[in-house]
T-cell receptor, first 112, second 113 residues
Framework: GENVEQHPSTLSVQEGDSAVIKCTYS??????FPWYKQELGKGPQLIID?????GEKKDQRIAVTLNKTAKHFSLHITETQPEDSAVYFC???????????FGPGTSLSVIP | EAGVAQSPRYKIIEKRQSVAFWCNPI?????LYWYQQILGQGPKLLIQ????????DSQLPKDRFSAERLKGVDSTLKIQPAKLEDSAVYLC???????????FGAGSRLTVL
């Protein structure tokens, strides 16, 4: 089955710097890759997603890139702010009716 | 738009006892999911409903876990009897359709002593 790995497990950046989180997946048939942000005591929140027919997607300070050949995708956060501090999860899914497989998470700390 | 509602937020029980969690998805969302999130890990899907039918329950420990979604709206997840390793946050999520991203509730934290 699908396996999603995520690096780094923890990441600290200075406010205003950029943060990059990388994920790899094992199933070449996966075609949907969402990213979730989870703040302490809350459920995960979908922040951006990308499908396999697109190489890059951007939404304000957040961007995701996908390399299907290498089977990896990355989350880029620019101009980080303290409120970006949270655990970020990448995920992958094959078809609409396959389960979403989550990575282990990256704890991001933005230092003011 | 109201979010996904879950209750209770916290539950402490002893092993071999039973517990039930309730979820009310976003209005109109046909797809509903129950996830188990163990501390320090990503969510793991337990069961997926499409309206009131089960799409995937391959990772649900059916000897002790059960879930239902009557009338295709609210859902309940039950554990009986609970084991120590069931200590986790149980997250409910919903989506307009299976090919869209999900909205998650705040979760129900279960501690089994």
């Amino acid at each position: 089955g699908e396996n999603v790995e995520q690096h780094p497990s923890t990441l600290s950046v200075q406010e205003g710097d950029s943060a990059v989180i990388k994920c790899t997946y094992s199933d070449s048939a996966s075609n949907y890759f969402p990213w979730y942000k989870q703040e302490l005591g809350k459920g995960p929140q979908l922040i951006i997603d990308i499908r396999s027919n697109v190489g890059e997607k951007k939404d304000q300070r957040i961007a995701v890139t996908l390399n299907k050949t290498a089977k990896h995708f990355s989350l880029h956060i620019t101009e980080t702010q303290p409120e970006d501090s949270a655990v970020y999860f990448c995920a992958a899914r094959r078809t609409s009716y396959d389960k979403v497989i989550f990575g282990p998470g990256t704890s991001l700390s933005v230092i003011p | 738009e109201a979010g996904v509602a879950q209750s209770p937020r916290y539950k402490i029980i002893e092993k071999r006892q039973s517990v039930a969690f309730w979820c009310n998805p976003i209005s109109g969302h046909a797809t509903l999911y129950w996830y188990q999130q163990i501390l320090g890990q990503g969510p793991k899907l337990l069961i997926q409903f499409q309206n009131n039918g089960v799409v995937d329950d391959s990772q649900l420990p059916k000897d002790r876990f059960s879930a239902e979604r009557l009338k295709g709206v609210d859902s309940t997840l039950k554990i009986q009897p609970a084991k120590l390793e069931d200590s986790a946050v149980y997250l409910c999520a919903s989506s307009p359709s299976a090919d869209r991203g999900s909205a998650f509730g705040a979760g129900s934290r279960l501690t089994v002593l």
